[in-house]
């Protein structure tokens, strides 16, 4: 079932792709391009969240497949005309011209007025395209003259950048899956493949500034300054590579930095200038500026005033860095940024910062791969009133939901002064198993998961009041049975109250582990010291088109939310919980309680390595049973953001029209009959 859903979105965004290429220039049908492109990331979405089960070889080999298919599509699509200006400047420096010296539009250029001249937009501006830029416009002229060579030249970028992109996820032991936010998304398949921006070279060496800096490699720097040479927005991306680890290899910095520079030296007072005159012409789709500008002030104080902000936001990103936020986090929030404050923000320039966002999956910038289809409207206002553009309502149409969803994904920031980084210990966990009423399958359960725990490993059964007393003792070391009131939580938090290893595992009586899962939780303690939960997910044993929706929006709720449920099997740090006040002793919305704790404390982890439920419980009144779920969990946090102690006692009530007394109590006895998995 997920294979095939998985394959009938591949299908939908391919149709994207498809009718993508059929336009015959850039400004046709521009409405029909807002859908498709919004449709295309909806279908982005899709193939993230119903990626097939596969190994992570396969998964890697899937992505890639599906990858090179969709370019493959757009191959006919008309290039942008920024492909012009490509072109030109590159055989002007082929030619022993130096594009500095004077803009397009100068006299001293006037025998080379052709058709790519005529094509080319901004002529009168100075060129923004540093020197490495211009060496590798030159040789690609050289390589392969006419447009199709630089489409080959960006198909080039994109793809190393989506193999440097696996090669990070591995490293972290993320879910390969999640290069699907870059290698599908609507941003990059249309910059890229179908309009051919250089762009994606930018892109591939900031990736492997980045892996090689991961890996404590000095040639992080030349990376980093070949980014810079290709694009010099790059350099706002410095401060995460002043480390003493890789200190010493700033000279290849300087050196990828200054020599392609110096057969350009006459021109570089002219370049600097042309940079000053990019960076301060006109005001476009930029979301602060706009809001600033809606407001009636003048654009010679909004732009300062955007200056501003920014300077403010990279001392902030800064300071973080050096309390210790991950390298990736901070350059996803520096570009972000970055963007947010630019008065021009064409659509490409996101995917500046998409391969980060697959390695840190953003709520806001996945939502802006859906609405930054309304870019397209410039060409509709171009035919129909003769200006390329559009106003403020469009703009707000596009950044609001990105401002809202980012505002949603990380509400927690409110309470988190500084992400903490907890200190070392010995990896030691404790398995607190919640039950009521089970039976012979506990017994296997726990055999199971004892094949890599070993016999130290300590296991705490908690019974919530099951009809014939506590769950026999199990004649095993390190296994304890406790009784405690009913209700999952009050039996959660009985357990962790008399266990005190740093690392606590919930685990669920229908579950089935995934093998292999103890070297997984090792290994992600040791990748992110700043987790304070983590979280394997879930499939079901039976798949069927609910129980599909039910995983893919679980997923997406720990993605994009950071709130898990139970039945995910969570891995809870003792520290973080301890520091978040204690595990929350209500009968119901617990999980959801200790999520949004725990998130305030440090980093919620998605292992993306899914154990298997049983789907038994989602057999009857599965519409009803799912909006009711829907109705309690957003009543819960609506509830908390009064306050903790109200969404408490709203719990209690909560639980009794849960497990309403009656004929379906049989049904609520049975401790796993919990379907809060929606």
């Known amino acids: 079932m997920r294979g095939w859903v998985w394959s009938t979105v591949l299908g939908w965004v391919a149709l994207v792709c498809c009718g993508w290429s059929l336009f015959p220039t850039l400004d046709a049908a521009p409405l029909l391009r807002v859908a498709m492109f919004s449709c295309g990331g909806l279908g982005m979405l899709g193939l993230v969240f119903f990626f097939p089960n596969t190994s992570d070889r396969t998964a890697a080999r899937l992505v890639l497949a599906a990858a090179i298919f969709l370019r493959l599509l ?108 870059y290698a599908f998304n609507p941003v990059v398949l249309i910059a890229f493949a179908a309009e051919a921006h250089f762009d994606s070279l930018m892109i591939a060496a900031m990736l492997a500034a ?163 289809g309304g870019y397209f409207i410039a060409w509709w206002t171009e035919a129909h009133r003769g200006w390329w553009g559009y106003g403020h309502g469009i703009t707000a149409v596009i950044w609001l939901p990105w401002l809202l969803a ?80 009913r209700g999952r939580g009050n039996q959660i938090a009985a357990g962790i109250s008399i266990t005190r290893t740093p690392w606590v595992m919930i685990v669920h009586a229908d579950s089935t582990p995934r093998p292999g899962w103890l070297g997984d939780i090792s290994a992600a303690v040791d990748r992110h010291p700043h987790a304070s939960l983590l979280v394997f997910g879930q499939r079901f044993d039976r798949c069927s088109p609910g129980t599909l929706w039910i995983e893919a929006l679980n997923e997406a709720r720990v993605v994009f939310g950071g709130v898990a449920f139970g039945d995910q099997t969570m891995v809870i740090r003792r520290a973080a919980l301890d520091a978040a006040g204690g595990f929350p002793a209500q009968p119901l919305m617990e999980d959801v309680e200790v999520s949004i704790r725990l998130a305030g404390q440090g980093r919620v982890v998605y292992l993306g390595r899914e154990w298997t439920l049983s789907a038994n419980k989602w057999g009857k009144n599965f519409g009803r049973r799912v909006l009711m779920i829907f109705r309690l969990v957003a009543s819960y946090q609506i509830a908390r953001m009064k306050t903790p102690a109200h969404a408490a006692r709203l719990s209690e009530r909560m639980y009794q029209e849960y497990y309403p007394p009656g004929p379906d109590e049989d049904l609520a006895k049975c401790a796993d009959s919990d379907p809060r998995s929606q």
Not at 420 to 437: K, M
Not at 457 to 465: Q, S
């Open 406 to 485: 980012g505002l949603a994904q990380h509400r927690h920031f409110v309470f988190r002064r500084q992400l903490r980084r907890f200190q070392p210990e010995p990896f030691q966990l404790t398995i607190i198993l919640p039950v009521l009423n089970v039976g012979v399958e506990l017994r296997s359960l726990i055999a199971t998961l004892r094949q890599e725990a070993g016999a130290s490993c300590e296991f705490v059964i908690v019974d919530g009041g099951s009809d014939e007393g506590l769950v026999p003792q199990f004649e095993q070391p390190q296994l304890r049975v406790i009784p405690s009131a």
């Open 210 to 372: 980045l892996l090689a800096a991961e890996k404590g490699q000095r040639t992080a720097w030349l990376w980093l300054g070949l980014a810079i040479q290709i694009k010099l927005v790059c350099l706002v991306l410095l401060p995460f590579f002043l480390t003493r680890r890789l200190a010493q290899g700033i000279w290849m910095f300087l050196l990828v930095v200054i020599l392609p520079s110096l057969p350009f030296s006459s021109g570089i007072v002219e370049w600097v200038a042309g940079v000053k005159t990019f960076a301060s012409a006109g005001a476009f789709n930029g979301p602060l500026h706009t809001l600033l500008a809606s407001t009636g002030l003048d654009l010679e104080i909004v732009r300062p005033l955007c200056n501003l902000v920014f300077t403010g936001w990279v001392l902030a990103i800064c300071m973080a860095s050096w309390r210790g936020l991950a390298r990736a986090d901070g350059m996803l929030a520096m570009l972000g940024g970055l963007l947010a404050c630019s008065p021009i923000v064409h659509f490409w320039y996101v995917a500046w910062l998409l391969p980060l966002v697959a390695l840190r999956p953003s709520f806001a910038w996945s939502t802006l791969s859906i609405t930054l």
């Open 74 to 181: 757009l191959w006919p699509a008309p290039v942008s005309d920024d492909v012009n200006r490509y072109f030109w400047e590159g055989q002007l420096v082929r030619d022993g011209g130096n594009p500095y010296s004077a803009p397009a539009s100068a006299e001293v250029w006037k025998n080379r007025r052709d058709a790519t001249w005529q094509a080319m937009n901004h002529r009168d501006r100075p060129t923004a395209y540093p020197p490495g830029a211009q060496w590798i416009m030159a040789a690609t002229t050289v390589l392969a003259p006419g447009h199709a060579g630089f489409k080959v030249l960006a198909l080039a970028g994109d793809g190393a950048t989506l193999l440097l992109l696996l090669a990070l996820l591995r490293r972290q032991g993320l879910p390969i899956r999640w290069a699907g936010f």
